[in-house]
């Protein structure tokens, strides 16, 4: 089996009916809306603004207090004008349950939106959610598909067609996200999603990073750890991602810290995704909650975003 197979591996033993679940927690809510706001806002003019780090609502108030916290519809100076253009191609990669698809999808004036992903319990989970995107925007043609856009034997061997609008040099933007810490072919991946972009369409990466100072020496020790769903334990830094993005022949790249968050994961989730001094420390000091006959933990991360430009 190839090192691409046996991570994916991990990520298919993870991403089950079960871990679906986990999807409508509060925290992860908090940290799309953050997502799509930075998708909304990728290609403002005002870079500063783009890259401006935030602290992403309060973990104590209801919906971590981000029920308005995404732009007005109407509004020029906060929306990217793509969001005004009809007829957009918009392919969200390792889509996940569609949420990030399912906030954006007011804001798209029409056009179509693909979800990738190699997962079926959570292409699955998408499927359901598209009465209710389409609810919020009749103009939205909505396809989620399993697939695997590196591996054609995957695609054999489980009678996976290539979806159709799946065409090289077609799409305005490409999304991924909480997902680059996830890949350990992080290059080939990236490589094969230039190529479906049009000239100057983009790619946006949101991702999770550990950024504290104390625990940088850990940054990067784990990383390609292929029997883990998690190939880049802790995620990438700004500096780490540029480095990994600037190779592929961006036309730009650019990188910054745009959120940071206090997040409640569970004891699975600490472990998956945080170098061990890290969960370490989070276990012995950090506060703690009771959901769902789980304990969870308070822990301070950020989100990293990267803009290519093709
Ligand atoms: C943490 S989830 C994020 C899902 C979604 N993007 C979101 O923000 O809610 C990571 C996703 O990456 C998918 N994934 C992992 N490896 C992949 C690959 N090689 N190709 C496509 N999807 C992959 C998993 O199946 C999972 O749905």
Redo the contacts with the bound molecule.
């Keep these: 089996m190839s090192e ?1 197979a046996i ?2 591996k991990a ?2 033993d ?2 089950t009916p079960n871990k679906v679940q986990f ?1 409508e927690s509060d925290s ?1 809510h908090a ?2 809306i953050g ?1 799509t706001k930075a998708v909304l806002q990728y290609d403002l003019k005002d870079r500063t603004k783009v890259f401006k780090t935030e602290q992403l609502g309060d973990y104590r108030l209801p919906e971590y207090g981000l029920v308005n916290y995404l732009p007005d519809k109407e509004s020029e100076d906060d929306i990217s004008p793509l969001f005004r253009r009809e007829n957009i191609r918009y392919m ?9 698809a399912q906030n954006l999808a007011p804001y798209i004036k029409s056009g179509t939106v693909i979800g ?4 079926e ?2 292409i699955d989970a998408f499927k359901s959610k598209i009465p209710a995107i389409h609810s919020l925007n009749p103009r939205l043609v909505v396809k989620p598909y399993k ?5 054609p034997e995957f695609n054999r061997e489980n009678h996976l067609e290539v979806p159709q609008e799946l065409q090289y040099g077609s799409f305005d933007i490409i ?5 680059f ?5 992080l290059k080939q ?1 990236v490589v094969e999603l230039k190529k479906y972009l049009k000239k100057d369409g983009c790619l946006i990466v ?1 991702d999770m990073y550990d950024h504290k100072d104390e625990y940088k020496s850990v940054q990067g020790a784990a990383e390609t750890n292929l029997t883990s ?1 998690v190939a880049h334990n802790g995620g990438l830094s700004p500096k780490q991602m540029h480095e990994k993005l600037d190779p592929i022949g961006f036309s730009s790249v650019e990188t910054g810290i745009k959120y940071l968050y206090e997040h409640w994961c569970n004891h699975q989730n600490l472990y998956n995704h945080l170098p061990p001094p890290v969960v370490a420390k989070a276990l012995k000091s950090a506060p703690k909650r009771q959901r769902a006959g789980q304990t969870e933990y308070l822990v301070t991360r950020s989100l990293v975003l990267a803009i290519c430009r093709k």
Excluded at 147 to 151: A, S, T, W
Excluded at 175 to 179: A, D, E, K, Q, V
């Design positions: 691409y991570q994916r990520n298919l993870t991403f999807y992860l940290i799309l997502a969200d990669f390792a889509c996940g349950t569609g949420l990030l990738i992903d190699i997962s319990a959570q697939y695997d856009i590196i591996d999304t991924t996200t909480l997902s810490h996830h890949f350990s072919a991946i949101v769903a």
